[in-house]
């Protein structure tokens, strides 16, 4: 899909690809402000501005996936590179004569502790930029009536109980 032909249109799809909310969006385009506050979110339903708003993010994806690309090949960095260097470090013996695959860290000080530590946290930091490590979070919905029966709800509703509450 081409630049919106409408100036202010454009930039307000610019500006929600960029993450801005549809109000700041809005304003951004040269908008009056809304007092219902309804126009932004009408304008943001509007295909043609869906649809470029869409182009623009898997155009962004697409340019940062390619950097990304360049960035590793520049570098050098790759997996196996972070999963040795981490290996390195999280298998190291902490004491005793050092071995072809052991590091020796029974004469290191606290600075050059603290600089392994620091290493580890960068490659890790690494990893998480290109991509080599994914973190998930588990979030849930907590719900305060859970096991609670229907009836017990109901009666709760018409203020006829006090549930217990949980800790």
Same mark, same amino acid.
């Given at each position: 899909?081409? *630049? $919106?032909?409408?100036?202010?249109?454009?930039?307000?799809?610019?500006? *929600?690809? /960029?993450?801005?909310?549809?109000?700041?969006?809005?304003? /951004?385009? =040269?908008?009056?402000?809304?007092? &219902?506050?309804a126009?932004?979110?009408?304008l943001r339903?509007?295909?043609? *501005?869906?649809?470029?708003?869409?182009? !623009? !993010?898997?155009? &962004?994806?697409?340019?940062?996936?390619?950097?990304?690309?360049?960035?590793?090949?520049?570098?050098?960095?790759?997996?196996?590179?972070?999963?040795?260097?981490?290996?390195? *470090?999280?298998?190291?013996?902490?004491?005793?004569?050092?071995?072809?695959?052991? $590091?020796?860290?029974?004469?290191?000080?606290?600075?050059?502790?603290?600089?392994?530590?620091?290493?580890?946290?960068? $490659?890790?930091?690494?990893?998480? !930029?290109? =991509?080599?490590?994914?973190? &998930?979070?588990?979030?849930?919905?907590?719900?305060?009536?859970?096991?609670?029966?229907?009836?017990?709800?109901?009666?709760y509703? /018409? =203020?006829?109980?006090?549930l217990?509450? &949980?800790?």
């Open positions: 899909m081409p *630049i $919106l032909q409408n100036a202010r249109h454009e930039r307000f799809a610019q500006e *929600i690809a /960029a993450g801005k909310t549809v109000e700041i969006a809005y304003a /951004a385009a =040269g908008f009056q402000p809304d007092a &219902r506050r126009n932004p979110y009408r339903k509007r295909d043609d *501005i869906g649809q470029r708003v869409d182009e !623009l !993010l898997t155009a &962004r994806a697409c340019t940062d996936a390619i950097a990304t690309e360049r960035a590793i090949e520049k570098t050098s960095i790759t997996k196996a590179r972070v999963a040795e260097e981490l290996g390195r *470090i999280g298998f190291a013996r902490l004491g005793g004569p050092a071995e072809d695959t052991d $590091l020796d860290f029974s004469q290191l000080t606290r600075a050059k502790i603290a600089a392994a530590q620091v290493k580890g946290a960068a $490659l890790m930091d690494i990893a998480r !930029l290109f =991509g080599y490590v994914v973190e &998930r979070k588990e979030q849930r919905i907590v719900d305060e009536f859970a096991g609670v029966s229907t009836e017990d709800l109901a009666r509703v /018409a =203020g006829e109980i006090d217990p509450t &949980r800790h």
